[in-house]
């Protein structure tokens, strides 16, 4: 059986490993979803152009000339105003934000982005912090914090990993697992190297 002294160092290691492997699992992931971005301008349907739109047909023409000949005004007015009214109609193109292709499958647990830049610096710098704690100075406090830390990241990882399946990423899947593992060995070393702690 481990000792205290290996155990908070297995915590130690395992805490800087998990952390670089993070960093370079969401940045893979991030790079290979830009690379499936479509266009920022999508349009919604061909539109003619306001040239092609306001020029009136030939039939156009001949019934506007036999309606002034007839003396038929209603019939010149409903002419007149059908191509304007194709003008107003006709669907605009659809300019897609730079939020909206940002928002487009990113993956959220408890209204917490996962894939967020923030979110991922935040859970690298916290491993690395309780990583160098626990190896310096490896108190009762910091190993439950590991542990802590290592059980709610596992179960982001399992989210993560059923993420990537569904999108066809098995390496980025593959990756989730491993830090899912790494994850439950920190929760279980940190738990193992606090009782020791306690009763030694």
Excluded: C, Y
């Excluded at 940045?27 to 306001?50: G, L, W, Y």
Aim: zero cysteines; charged letters at 15%; proline letters at 4%.
């Amino acid at each position: 059986m481990l000792n205290q002294s290996r155990l908070t160092r297995l915590v130690a290691t395992l805490l800087g490993a998990t952390a670089l492997l993070f960093a370079i699992a969401s940045s893979a992931e991030r790079s290979s979803a830009r690379q499936h971005k479509e266009p920022a301008i999508v349009p919604s349907a061909v539109a003619s152009t306001p040239a092609a739109s306001a020029a009136p047909s030939p039939a156009e023409t001949t019934h506007d000339e036999a309606a002034e000949k007839s003396g038929g005004e209603g019939n010149t007015d409903r002419a007149t105003e059908a191509p304007a009214t194709r003008a107003e109609s006709a669907p605009a193109a659809h300019v897609e934000t730079s939020a909206e292709r940002q928002s487009e499958g990113d993956l959220t647990f408890i209204g917490i982005n996962l894939e967020a830049i923030g979110f991922i610096v935040l859970g690298a710098t916290l491993s690395v912090a309780l990583g160098a704690l626990v190896w310096i100075k490896p108190s009762g406090p910091a190993l439950v914090a590991a542990a802590l830390f290592g059980a709610g990241f596992a179960v982001l990882d399992v989210v993560e990993a059923r993420h990537q399946l569904k999108e066809a990423r098995h390496g980025l899947a593959l990756a989730a697992w491993v830090l899912f593992a790494a994850h439950l060995a920190i929760t279980a070393a940190a738990a193992a190297a606090a009782r020791t702690r306690t009763t030694g």
